[in-house]
């Protein structure tokens, strides 16, 4: 098992900046490939941006690709995700995920966060 527990959402104007952060506690962290998705009201969750083991490679949503940033410090067992020139499209829960494969899937993804609200206004 591993938890899954993010922090840093809130209520930013359009052009600001947040960063989230997730800490993982369980399993060995740096064993899982990490992503962020995220889901806005009456859309589906969508993925944003992962990261591999060693943090030496990552995927991005072309939505977010320029202004987001993921990083990952194995040693702390958490990952992070800086989101510059934020727009209000940006709104929604993002979600912290582990999973065991470089994916864009949500399903390919086996531990969850309970999320964290990201609300952007303009």
């Known amino acids: 098992q591993v938890q899954l527990v993010e922090s840093g959402g809130g209520l930013v104007q359009a052009g600001g900046s947040l960063r989230l952060s997730c800490a993982a506690s369980?399993?060995?962290?740096?064993?899982?490939?990490m992503g962020w998705f995220r889901q806005a009201p009456g859309k589906e969750r969508e993925f944003v941006v992962g990261?591999?083991?060693?943090?030496?490679?990552?995927l991005y949503a072309d939505s977010v690709k320029g202004r987001f940033t993921i990083s990952r410090d194995n040693a702390k067992d958490a990952v992070y995700l800086q989101m510059n020139s934020l727009k209000p499209e940006d709104t929604a829960v993002y979600y912290c995920?582990?999973?065991?494969?470089?994916?864009?899937?949500?399903?390919?993804?086996?531990?969850w966060g309970q999320g964290t609200q990201v609300t952007v206004s303009s």
């Open positions: 990261i591999r083991r060693s943090g030496g490679s990552t």
């Open positions: 995920a582990a999973g065991w494969a470089s994916s864009r899937k949500s399903a390919d993804y086996e531990y």
């Open positions: 369980g399993r060995t962290f740096s064993n899982y490939f």
